[in-house]
């Protein structure tokens, strides 16, 4: 799965940019380390080229009114950051999108264009650079296998604000072991 998705489309007021862009978002934050949406550059085959953007399109691009958007389909919300970035006397976008925080982002209505589907998981396809709704069971067990672990990092963060060490808790499956030994032999 690739984190980067280029993007030479339009200024963010147009209703299509912003499905396209607001899917890819979705799926990013179903991903590890989520992503990043670059507007600016073209994709010619395999080649990325910078191109830049239209300085009128990069200051459609604001912070508030795009995490506005994207978490009006978001379910829990998107974490994005906009900035704008110059580059060799061009200007681009660079929507920077966070994994995301507890469990996996769902998409909570129905957008413009088909892009945007009520109940879909989105996620970024392992064959092209692309956002799909979740493909395959392997797909779908990657993203719940993050979300376990992030749950289990959260107990165990609770554990130890409680007082409780990691000691402990190595003993509680110690004594567990042993508590099953015993039923077995009964």
Known sequence: ???VQTCALPI???????????????GMSNIRDGG???IGVAQDGENFLPEGANPSD????????VAEWVNGYADPFAEVTVSRVSHKHSSFVVIQVAEFTEIPVVCKQNGPFDFLRRG????????????VEVPSQVEMRELLDLSIEKGFRRLLERLHRAGVSMTA??????HREEFEQQLGEL
């Open 12 to 26: 963010w007021g147009d209703a299509r940019t912003k499905a396209k862009i607001t899917r890819t978002i979705l």
């Open 169 to 174: 808790i190595a003993g509680l499956s110690r």
């Open 1 to 3: 799965m690739t984190g």
């Open 120 to 131: 879909a998981i989105y996620t970024r396809s392992r064959r092209k650079h692309e956002t």
């Open 58 to 65: 990069v200051g459609s691009f604001a912070q508030d009114l």
């Open 36 to 38: 990043a949406v670059v």
